[in-house]
């Protein structure tokens, strides 16, 4: 994985896609699921990406969560250029990532606290022993789940266990937030703090956050809307025009 | 910092645990049983041997396993004894005869063994009292360890042997074996009441202090040609250990009952991972895409392969011993566990739980977490 900066004059970015095109078929007639994909993510901003089912939000998520390698075109992701990266090197890109799925996954077997240790072992070299400790109870209390850090995750609400996720996801400051609609199934007061919580990452640390979710409610966090119609992204949008367009 | 996350999970998913480690369990039991079994028959055959009270040991050439009888020479046994460095040859005679432990008892089939009685070449637990007995002509003297078919006796009382009556002086200790019910043990001189002409089947020869036995054994070979073959004690235990599991061929036998009961383990174990790991495929493919890599899955599902390996074999140990107590009663073999043996379960169990985890882990291990998306 080249380390060179992405020939994108005047900026750093936190991810950079350049003429991208994927497809999961041989057949060169039927069209692709991303075409020529250009999309930046400057650190600090907040992008919502939005588009019908089938459109090529979660392909595009992927590439950028190096989860899957691109086909054609340029994908930089932290400074790395994903260009021919080994399987070992997109896992190493991985862990500067913070992932939040739309469903929890949580270990069924873990507390709260137990899994953001976990989580915090990908970046060992960072803490001590006390931060193993003190770190995960500081992010449960600010998801909402101080009194029920020891809880095993049966015993959460679905809400709860969405918390946790985002705190597992946060805990390590990862610079780059990916979130495939981390509220869907979520109520409106577990919804709030999640965004609140991914929403603070970006005015407090700087972060960037591409987060898909299909809640027009939700693109006044936003500073941009991408939006994607089969595989092609749409003309630019600030984001109170794409609400408003919304609710029509 | 979170340790032993494999363990974890095996702890707190108690009910799938538990039929994992009641599954090994069961195996790692039978693996023990045929084990036993095959051990029990070989360390039975081999007391004979363990109980010389000598150097070396001399058989007939055609005698290719301790279970085949041919008569030793006599001549080589004054032969032997003239060797330099040989102190005593002691002979050993053995027969079959019928055995009767009372007027109306029914017959049973018994070995004789039989030795000049002043310094008998065979140890089988000798006291003051007994040694006073051996000496005693028409006097015999039974093996404890003989399989209860010959009845409840008692010292002192009447028995018959080939139809000739003899007294019971008391009891010595050698123990069954796979094709021997039981062991009745008599001077030379009332030997020969049984068998006038019998010859010795084995002979016990002790070296001088400070003999070397190669250099003696040598010797003997030498003056004794092809007709008879010369031990020391360690070579004919190697003999006949390698004859029962090779030729007889109980190594195959047994050997197959013990992988398959390996086997059975691996299974179960792989079964019960594979469905853990499937119900978890999510968190597991989370993992991945939070940059864990494979390798830590894979020891995250060995050590859940290992946790529930020890406590099957844990339990399976504790579960063999009751079955080794029980057997060992029952039949009179030398069923018994050692920590050699304890040890090469507990390697093979392990080594079975760790192919069944790897090959389980491959579901999670193989899962895109892109597929999470």
Known sequence: ?248 | MIKGLGAKLVMRDAARSAVAVGGIAVAVLIAFVEMGFMNGVVDSHLRMVEAARGDLVLLDARRSHLNKWDEILAIRLPQVRAVEGVVAVSPVYQAGKTFRAGPDQPDHRIVVVAFPPDNPPLDLGWSADTMALLRTPGTVLMDRLSRSIYGKLEAGQDVWLEGHLMRLGGFVSLGPTIVIDGTIAMSETTFRSLEPDGGPEMAVVRLAPGADPAQVKARVTAISGDSVQVFSKRELFDRESDYLMRVAPLGLLFGAGMAAGLFVGLVICYQVLYVAIRRRLAAYATLKAMGFPNGFVLRTVLEQAWAVGLAGYGVGLALAALAYHVLAAKTGLAIELNAARCASIAAACLAACTVAGALAALKAMRTPPADLF
Not at chain 1, 33 to 57: H, M, Q, W
Not at chain 1, 86 to 93: G, I, P, R
Not at chain 1, 212 to 232: E, K, W, Y
């Open chain 1, 1 to 248: 994985m080249s380390e060179h900066a992405i020939p994108l004059p005047g900026k750093v970015w936190r991810a950079a896609l350049r003429a991208v095109t994927h497809r999961y078929h041989a057949d060169p007639t039927l069209p692709p699921v991303l075409d020529a994909i250009d999309l930046t993510l400057a650190p600090g901003e907040f992008v919502i990406l939005n588009g019908p089912t089938g459109s090529g939000k979660t392909t595009l998520m992927t590439l950028v969560g190096a989860l899957r390698r691109h086909q054609s075109g340029f994908v930089e992701v932290l400074g790395r250029n994903l260009e021919g990266a080994s399987e070992s090197q997109l896992t190493a890109l991985r862990r500067d990532i913070g992932f939040i799925f739309q469903d929890h996954h949580l270990f069924d077997a873990l507390t709260p606290l137990e899994t953001l240790r976990l989580a915090m072992q990908l970046k060992a070299d960072r803490y001590g022993k006390r931060d193993y400790s003190e770190r995960p109870a500081e992010w449960l209390q600010r998801v909402g789940l101080d009194g029920r850090m020891n809880a095993r995750p049966r015993s959460l609400s679905t809400g709860q266990r969405q918390c946790v996720a985002v705190a597992r996801a946060l805990i390590n400051e990862p610079q780059l937030i990916l979130a495939d609609e981390p509220t869907a199934s979520l109520d409106a007061a577990s919804a709030g703090i999640a965004l609140e919580t991914l929403r603070t990452a970006v005015l407090e640390r700087d972060a960037t956050v591409l987060m898909i979710t299909h809640d027009s409610r939700q693109f006044a966090l936003a500073d941009r809307v991408v939006s994607l119609l089969d595989g092609r992204v749409q003309p630019a949008l600030s984001a109170a025009a794409m609400r408003h367009s919304s609710n029509k």
